[in-house]
């Protein structure tokens, strides 16, 4: 069993900074891979990034390798996703899961969910 736990989000200005954490509990934590997700009013979740069981490979959706960066502290327990120059369309509620699934940008193959963090830019 494992809970996941987002925090880091807020109200930010357009061209800010955020640092969103998932906190997890569960010895068996690092044997997962850990995706971000992200999920606007009316509109699908959508993969943002996700980094393997030993945080030696990691995964984005094209677009946003620029601005988005993930990594990982198993000895924390934690996965981090560093978003820079902030945008008004990365307003979302952002997700972390966990899963065991080789697939890591199809969130309906994750195994465990946290309750998410809302991000709003203001422009």
Known sequence: QVQLVESGGGLVQAG???RLSCAA??????SYAVGWFRQAPGKEREFVAAISQSGTRTVY?????V????SRDNGENTVYLQINSLRPEDT???Y???TSSGSWSTWTLYDYWGQGTQVTVSS
């Open 25 to 30: 509990s569960g010895r068996t934590f690092s």
């Open 61 to 65: 959706t094209d677009f946003m390798k």
């Open 96 to 98: 972390c899961g966990a």
């Open 16 to 18: 800010g900074s955020l």
């Open 92 to 94: 979302a509620v952002y």
């Open 67 to 70: 601005r988005f960066t993930i």
